[in-house]
Protein backbone atom coordinates (compact mmCIF):
# COMPACT_ATOMS: atom_id res chain seq x y z
CA UNK A 1 0.00 0.00 0.00
CA UNK A 2 1.36 3.70 -0.75
CA UNK A 3 0.42 6.57 0.74
CA UNK A 4 1.60 10.16 1.09
CA UNK A 5 3.79 11.03 3.27
CA UNK A 6 2.10 13.64 5.83
CA UNK A 7 3.90 16.98 6.67
CA UNK A 8 5.25 16.32 9.72
CA UNK A 9 4.75 18.19 12.83
CA UNK A 10 7.03 20.95 14.94
CA UNK A 11 8.33 17.64 16.98
CA UNK A 12 7.81 14.86 14.53
CA UNK A 13 7.22 11.59 15.61
CA UNK A 14 9.45 9.92 12.39
CA UNK A 15 13.08 10.73 13.41
CA UNK A 16 15.64 11.69 10.94
CA UNK A 17 18.53 9.52 12.79
CA UNK A 18 15.92 6.46 12.68
CA UNK A 19 15.34 6.84 8.86
CA UNK A 20 19.32 7.50 8.27
CA UNK A 21 20.32 4.45 10.61
CA UNK A 22 17.70 2.35 9.10
CA UNK A 23 18.57 3.33 5.71
CA UNK A 24 22.62 2.68 6.54
CA UNK A 25 21.24 -0.96 7.39
CA UNK A 26 19.77 -1.30 4.80
CA UNK A 27 22.46 -0.11 2.69
CA UNK A 28 24.82 -2.63 4.33
CA UNK A 29 22.86 -5.62 3.85
CA UNK A 30 22.44 -4.54 -0.06
CA UNK A 31 26.33 -4.44 0.51
CA UNK A 32 26.68 -7.73 2.24
CA UNK A 33 24.08 -9.53 -0.77
CA UNK A 34 25.63 -7.73 -3.84
CA UNK A 35 29.41 -8.80 -2.50
CA UNK A 36 28.63 -12.33 -2.11
CA UNK A 37 26.64 -11.98 -5.26
CA UNK A 38 29.69 -10.98 -7.10
CA UNK A 39 31.92 -13.44 -5.17
CA UNK A 40 29.89 -16.28 -6.25
CA UNK A 41 28.45 -14.97 -9.87
CA UNK A 42 31.87 -13.81 -11.67
CA UNK A 43 33.97 -16.00 -9.01
CA UNK A 44 36.03 -12.66 -8.17
CA UNK A 45 38.18 -11.68 -5.33
CA UNK A 46 36.49 -9.66 -2.64
CA UNK A 47 37.04 -7.95 0.67
CA UNK A 48 36.40 -9.92 3.29
CA UNK A 49 34.85 -7.47 5.67
CA UNK A 50 31.62 -7.16 3.17
CA UNK A 51 31.19 -11.03 3.55
CA UNK A 52 29.45 -12.64 6.44
CA UNK A 53 31.74 -14.32 9.25
CA UNK A 54 31.90 -17.84 8.36
CA UNK A 55 30.74 -18.36 12.41
CA UNK A 56 32.14 -17.32 15.52
CA UNK A 57 33.44 -13.24 14.98
CA UNK A 58 32.18 -10.51 13.70
CA UNK A 59 32.67 -8.98 10.19
CA UNK A 60 31.21 -5.48 9.07
CA UNK A 61 28.59 -7.31 6.91
CA UNK A 62 27.77 -8.84 10.42
CA UNK A 63 26.25 -5.62 11.58
CA UNK A 64 23.93 -4.39 9.09
CA UNK A 65 21.02 -7.16 9.34
CA UNK A 66 21.53 -6.39 13.68
CA UNK A 67 21.16 -2.68 13.06
CA UNK A 68 17.83 -3.18 10.86
CA UNK A 69 16.22 -5.04 13.35
CA UNK A 70 17.05 -3.04 16.27
CA UNK A 71 15.36 -0.24 14.01
CA UNK A 72 12.81 -2.08 13.36
CA UNK A 73 12.23 -2.07 17.94
CA UNK A 74 13.34 1.27 18.10
CA UNK A 75 10.35 2.55 15.78
CA UNK A 76 7.61 0.27 17.73
CA UNK A 77 6.71 2.88 20.23
CA UNK A 78 7.24 6.03 18.29
CA UNK A 79 4.44 3.87 16.27
CA UNK A 80 2.42 3.12 18.53
CA UNK A 81 2.70 5.00 21.51
CA UNK A 82 0.10 6.98 20.72
CA UNK A 83 -2.13 4.39 20.75
CA UNK A 84 -1.03 3.48 23.76
CA UNK A 85 -1.19 6.40 25.82
CA UNK A 86 -4.77 7.04 25.32
CA UNK A 87 -5.75 3.79 26.38
CA UNK A 88 -7.21 2.85 23.07
CA UNK A 89 -5.47 -0.53 22.68
CA UNK A 90 -8.16 -3.41 22.38
CA UNK A 91 -8.49 -6.71 19.35
CA UNK A 92 -8.32 -4.56 16.90
CA UNK A 93 -5.14 -2.60 17.49
CA UNK A 94 -3.54 -6.14 18.50
CA UNK A 95 -4.91 -7.83 15.66
CA UNK A 96 -3.15 -4.93 13.03
CA UNK A 97 -0.08 -5.59 14.67
CA UNK A 98 -0.37 -9.32 14.05
CA UNK A 99 -1.37 -9.14 10.87
CA UNK A 100 1.24 -6.91 9.37
CA UNK A 101 3.52 -9.14 11.23
CA UNK A 102 2.20 -11.95 9.28
CA UNK A 103 2.57 -10.04 5.87
CA UNK A 104 6.08 -9.42 6.75
CA UNK A 105 6.69 -13.54 6.78
CA UNK A 106 4.58 -14.13 3.82
CA UNK A 107 6.55 -11.91 1.58
CA UNK A 108 9.82 -12.77 3.29
CA UNK A 109 8.65 -16.60 2.10
CA UNK A 110 7.27 -16.00 -1.29
CA UNK A 111 11.16 -13.69 -1.63
CA UNK A 112 13.80 -16.37 -0.85
CA UNK A 113 11.74 -19.42 -2.41
CA UNK A 114 11.05 -17.61 -5.75
CA UNK A 115 13.37 -20.48 -7.54
CA UNK A 116 10.80 -23.00 -5.92
CA UNK A 117 7.62 -21.41 -7.28
CA UNK A 118 9.25 -21.02 -10.85
CA UNK A 119 10.25 -25.01 -10.52
CA UNK A 120 7.99 -27.41 -8.52
CA UNK A 121 9.62 -29.93 -9.44
CA UNK A 122 12.35 -29.16 -6.90
CA UNK A 123 11.36 -29.78 -3.14
CA UNK A 124 13.99 -27.10 -2.21
CA UNK A 125 12.47 -24.74 -0.43
CA UNK A 126 13.72 -22.20 2.97
CA UNK A 127 11.64 -21.62 5.79
CA UNK A 128 13.18 -18.59 6.99
CA UNK A 129 14.99 -15.74 5.90
CA UNK A 130 15.52 -12.07 6.54
CA UNK A 131 11.92 -10.87 6.49
CA UNK A 132 10.58 -13.84 8.03
CA UNK A 133 12.59 -13.10 11.55
CA UNK A 134 11.84 -9.43 10.91
CA UNK A 135 8.11 -9.89 10.72
CA UNK A 136 8.42 -12.44 14.10
CA UNK A 137 10.16 -9.58 15.78
CA UNK A 138 8.25 -6.62 15.06
CA UNK A 139 4.91 -8.71 16.43
CA UNK A 140 6.40 -10.17 19.44
CA UNK A 141 7.53 -6.50 19.86
CA UNK A 142 4.61 -4.57 18.83
CA UNK A 143 2.34 -6.57 21.63
CA UNK A 144 4.56 -6.63 24.36
CA UNK A 145 4.66 -2.97 23.85
CA UNK A 146 1.17 -2.70 23.95
CA UNK A 147 0.55 -5.29 26.78
CA UNK A 148 3.58 -4.97 29.11
CA UNK A 149 5.31 -2.30 30.61
CA UNK A 150 9.22 -0.68 30.17
CA UNK A 151 10.48 -3.13 33.28
CA UNK A 152 8.54 -6.27 32.49
CA UNK A 153 9.85 -5.79 28.54
CA UNK A 154 13.15 -5.47 29.64
CA UNK A 155 13.18 -8.28 32.04
CA UNK A 156 11.74 -10.48 29.35
CA UNK A 157 14.74 -9.40 27.31
CA UNK A 158 17.36 -10.09 29.77
CA UNK A 159 15.33 -13.71 30.48
CA UNK A 160 15.64 -14.56 27.15
CA UNK A 161 19.55 -13.81 26.31
CA UNK A 162 20.17 -15.45 29.61
CA UNK A 163 18.39 -18.70 29.05
CA UNK A 164 19.62 -19.21 25.54
CA UNK A 165 23.14 -19.37 26.77
CA UNK A 166 22.59 -23.11 28.62
CA UNK A 167 19.85 -24.17 25.68
CA UNK A 168 22.83 -23.65 22.78
CA UNK A 169 25.12 -25.61 24.86
CA UNK A 170 22.89 -28.71 25.15
CA UNK A 171 23.76 -31.60 23.25
CA UNK A 172 22.90 -31.96 19.51
CA UNK A 173 19.29 -33.50 18.98
CA UNK A 174 20.51 -35.71 15.94
CA UNK A 175 23.66 -36.74 17.68
CA UNK A 176 27.12 -36.08 16.83
CA UNK A 177 29.75 -33.67 18.84
CA UNK A 178 28.52 -30.35 20.42
CA UNK A 179 31.02 -27.81 20.31
CA UNK A 180 30.02 -24.27 20.14
CA UNK A 181 33.00 -22.86 18.53
CA UNK A 182 32.50 -24.96 15.67
CA UNK A 183 30.22 -24.39 12.95
CA UNK A 184 26.77 -26.42 13.39
CA UNK A 185 27.88 -28.57 15.89
CA UNK A 186 25.08 -27.11 18.49
CA UNK A 187 21.61 -27.86 20.01
CA UNK A 188 20.36 -24.72 18.20
CA UNK A 189 21.15 -26.04 14.64
CA UNK A 190 20.18 -29.56 15.33
CA UNK A 191 16.65 -28.24 16.05
CA UNK A 192 16.74 -27.07 12.59
CA UNK A 193 18.09 -29.83 11.46
CA UNK A 194 15.32 -32.49 12.66
CA UNK A 195 12.47 -30.00 12.34
CA UNK A 196 13.13 -29.35 8.50
CA UNK A 197 14.63 -32.69 7.80
CA UNK A 198 18.24 -33.02 7.91
CA UNK A 199 18.94 -29.30 6.47
CA UNK A 200 17.07 -30.30 3.29
CA UNK A 201 15.08 -26.88 3.82
CA UNK A 202 17.69 -24.99 5.80
CA UNK A 203 20.01 -21.95 4.30
CA UNK A 204 23.24 -24.36 5.01
CA UNK A 205 22.96 -27.71 3.95
CA UNK A 206 23.66 -31.53 4.95
CA UNK A 207 23.86 -33.49 7.80
CA UNK A 208 25.36 -30.51 9.67
CA UNK A 209 23.27 -27.66 7.98
CA UNK A 210 21.19 -24.92 9.89
CA UNK A 211 19.37 -21.96 9.39
CA UNK A 212 20.94 -18.83 9.98
CA UNK A 213 17.87 -17.50 10.99
CA UNK A 214 16.19 -20.68 12.51
CA UNK A 215 13.86 -20.97 15.28
CA UNK A 216 15.68 -20.76 18.42
CA UNK A 217 17.31 -17.70 16.95
CA UNK A 218 14.17 -15.72 16.88
CA UNK A 219 14.35 -15.77 20.62
CA UNK A 220 17.77 -13.73 21.37
CA UNK A 221 16.35 -12.02 18.10
CA UNK A 222 12.91 -10.50 20.03
CA UNK A 223 15.18 -9.88 22.93
CA UNK A 224 17.37 -7.63 20.09
CA UNK A 225 14.33 -5.65 19.20
CA UNK A 226 13.25 -5.52 22.77
CA UNK A 227 16.29 -3.22 23.40
CA UNK A 228 15.62 -1.43 20.80
CA UNK A 229 11.97 -1.03 22.10
CA UNK A 230 13.65 0.62 25.17
CA UNK A 231 15.42 3.16 23.48
CA UNK A 232 12.80 4.12 21.52
CA UNK A 233 10.83 4.72 24.40
CA UNK A 234 14.01 6.81 25.71
CA UNK A 235 13.86 9.14 22.48
CA UNK A 236 10.21 9.64 22.75
CA UNK A 237 10.62 11.29 25.94
CA UNK A 238 13.90 12.72 26.53
CA UNK A 239 15.81 14.83 23.36
CA UNK A 240 18.72 16.95 22.61
CA UNK A 241 22.53 16.52 23.67
CA UNK A 242 22.03 15.10 26.90
CA UNK A 243 19.87 12.24 25.83
CA UNK A 244 22.20 11.47 23.20
CA UNK A 245 25.01 11.17 25.87
CA UNK A 246 23.36 8.77 27.92
CA UNK A 247 22.39 6.50 24.41
CA UNK A 248 26.13 6.63 23.87
CA UNK A 249 26.61 5.85 27.57
CA UNK A 250 24.05 2.95 27.50
CA UNK A 251 25.93 1.25 24.12
CA UNK A 252 29.38 1.49 25.68
CA UNK A 253 28.00 -0.69 28.38
CA UNK A 254 26.23 -3.12 26.18
CA UNK A 255 29.10 -3.12 23.85
CA UNK A 256 31.44 -3.88 26.74
CA UNK A 257 29.40 -6.85 28.31
CA UNK A 258 29.05 -8.47 25.40
CA UNK A 259 32.44 -8.64 24.42
CA UNK A 260 32.94 -10.20 27.77
CA UNK A 261 30.32 -12.45 27.61
CA UNK A 262 31.69 -13.68 24.28
CA UNK A 263 34.64 -15.05 25.59
CA UNK A 264 32.34 -18.06 27.02
CA UNK A 265 29.53 -17.67 25.07
CA UNK A 266 31.24 -16.49 21.75
CA UNK A 267 29.79 -13.90 19.15
CA UNK A 268 27.78 -15.68 16.58
CA UNK A 269 25.49 -14.17 13.86
CA UNK A 270 24.73 -17.40 12.81
CA UNK A 271 22.93 -18.88 16.32
CA UNK A 272 22.40 -14.74 17.30
CA UNK A 273 24.29 -15.56 20.45
CA UNK A 274 23.62 -13.53 23.56
CA UNK A 275 27.10 -11.64 23.24
CA UNK A 276 26.49 -11.00 19.71
CA UNK A 277 22.63 -9.07 20.38
CA UNK A 278 24.67 -7.12 23.07
CA UNK A 279 27.79 -6.42 20.89
CA UNK A 280 25.79 -5.30 18.00
CA UNK A 281 23.12 -3.68 19.67
CA UNK A 282 25.82 -2.16 21.76
CA UNK A 283 27.28 -0.82 18.16
CA UNK A 284 23.94 0.29 16.90
CA UNK A 285 23.20 2.84 19.72
CA UNK A 286 26.40 4.21 19.58
CA UNK A 287 25.63 5.30 16.30
CA UNK A 288 22.25 5.85 16.56
CA UNK A 289 23.56 8.49 19.78
CA UNK A 290 25.75 10.12 17.39
CA UNK A 291 23.15 10.51 14.78
CA UNK A 292 20.68 11.59 17.40
CA UNK A 293 22.96 14.37 18.40
CA UNK A 294 23.77 15.38 14.85
CA UNK A 295 20.14 15.37 13.51
CA UNK A 296 17.42 15.57 15.72
CA UNK A 297 17.74 19.44 15.82
CA UNK A 298 14.40 19.72 14.50
CA UNK A 299 16.11 21.62 11.07
CA UNK A 300 16.06 20.51 7.72
CA UNK A 301 17.97 17.41 7.57
CA UNK A 302 21.75 17.68 5.58
CA UNK A 303 22.28 16.88 2.33
CA UNK A 304 24.64 13.97 3.43
CA UNK A 305 21.60 12.43 5.61
CA UNK A 306 19.25 12.56 2.38
CA UNK A 307 21.24 9.46 0.59
CA UNK A 308 20.57 6.82 3.77
CA UNK A 309 17.11 8.30 4.25
CA UNK A 310 15.94 7.16 0.65
CA UNK A 311 16.90 3.98 1.55
CA UNK A 312 15.37 4.18 5.40
CA UNK A 313 12.06 5.88 4.36
CA UNK A 314 11.24 2.69 1.94
CA UNK A 315 13.35 0.28 3.51
CA UNK A 316 11.46 -2.83 2.65
CA UNK A 317 11.11 -2.10 -0.74
CA UNK A 318 14.88 -1.45 -1.14
CA UNK A 319 15.45 -5.16 0.35
CA UNK A 320 12.54 -6.40 -2.00
CA UNK A 321 14.47 -4.98 -4.90
CA UNK A 322 18.02 -6.54 -4.04
CA UNK A 323 16.16 -9.53 -3.68
CA UNK A 324 14.52 -9.91 -6.89
CA UNK A 325 17.40 -8.30 -8.87
CA UNK A 326 19.17 -11.22 -8.14
CA UNK A 327 16.88 -13.41 -10.36
CA UNK A 328 16.91 -11.42 -13.32
CA UNK A 329 19.59 -11.93 -15.99
CA UNK A 330 20.58 -8.17 -15.92
CA UNK A 331 22.22 -8.33 -12.94
CA UNK A 332 25.09 -9.80 -15.17
CA UNK A 333 25.40 -6.72 -16.61
CA UNK A 334 26.53 -5.11 -13.36
CA UNK A 335 29.38 -7.39 -13.68
CA UNK A 336 30.66 -5.60 -17.29
CA UNK A 337 32.76 -2.93 -15.79
CA UNK A 338 34.39 -5.78 -13.40
CA UNK A 339 35.48 -7.73 -15.99
CA UNK A 340 36.37 -4.81 -18.04
CA UNK A 341 38.98 -3.50 -14.73
CA UNK A 342 40.11 -6.44 -12.95
CA UNK A 343 42.94 -6.50 -14.89
CA UNK A 344 43.77 -3.31 -14.32
CA UNK A 345 43.49 -2.08 -10.95
CA UNK A 346 43.55 -4.02 -7.34
CA UNK A 347 40.95 -6.80 -7.94
CA UNK A 348 38.37 -6.35 -4.61
CA UNK A 349 38.03 -2.75 -5.83
CA UNK A 350 37.12 -3.66 -9.46
CA UNK A 351 34.62 -5.83 -7.65
CA UNK A 352 32.81 -3.11 -5.66
CA UNK A 353 32.09 -1.10 -8.60
CA UNK A 354 29.34 -3.48 -9.84
CA UNK A 355 27.97 -3.41 -5.80
CA UNK A 356 28.39 0.48 -5.89
CA UNK A 357 25.99 0.62 -9.28
CA UNK A 358 23.58 -1.76 -7.87
CA UNK A 359 23.48 0.39 -4.68
CA UNK A 360 23.31 3.59 -6.63
CA UNK A 361 20.43 1.57 -8.76
CA UNK A 362 18.10 0.99 -6.05
CA UNK A 363 18.89 3.99 -4.67
CA UNK A 364 17.12 6.08 -7.67
CA UNK A 365 14.17 3.89 -7.18
CA UNK A 366 13.44 4.67 -3.68
CA UNK A 367 14.58 8.28 -4.33
CA UNK A 368 12.13 8.78 -6.26
CA UNK A 369 9.56 7.75 -4.05
CA UNK A 370 11.01 9.70 -1.42
CA UNK A 371 10.80 12.72 -4.03
CA UNK A 372 7.16 11.56 -4.59
CA UNK A 373 6.10 11.76 -1.10
CA UNK A 374 5.40 8.15 -1.27
CA UNK A 375 5.99 5.61 1.35
CA UNK A 376 5.39 2.10 1.00
CA UNK A 377 3.66 0.28 3.65
CA UNK A 378 3.56 -3.71 4.45
Known amino acids: ???????????PVRLISLDVLRGLAVIGMILANATDGVKEGFHAQVFSQLLHERWEGLHLADTVFPAFLMMVGV??????????ASGAVDAGVLSKVIWRAIRLVALGFILVNIDYFANFATNTWRLFGVLQRTGLVYGACGL???TCGPKTR?????GLLIFYWP?????????GPSDIWVRGHNFIGSVDRVWLGDGHHNYVKGPEG??????????PAIAHGLIGV?????????RGPSAAGRLAIAGLVMLLVGIGWGFVFPVIKDIWSSSFVLVTCGLTTLVLASLHFVLDRGKAPHWAALFPMAFGINAIVAYVLDELWYQLPTWSLFGLPYFGLRGWIYEPIAALIPVILF???????VEYLRRQNWIVKI
Open 1 to 11: MITEAATPPAR
Open 75 to 84: SVPLALGKIK
Open 144 to 146: LFL
Open 154 to 158: LGIAA
Open 167 to 175: LALLPQLDA
Open 210 to 219: YDPEGLLGTL
Open 230 to 238: AVGEFISRN
Open 359 to 365: ILFIWMC
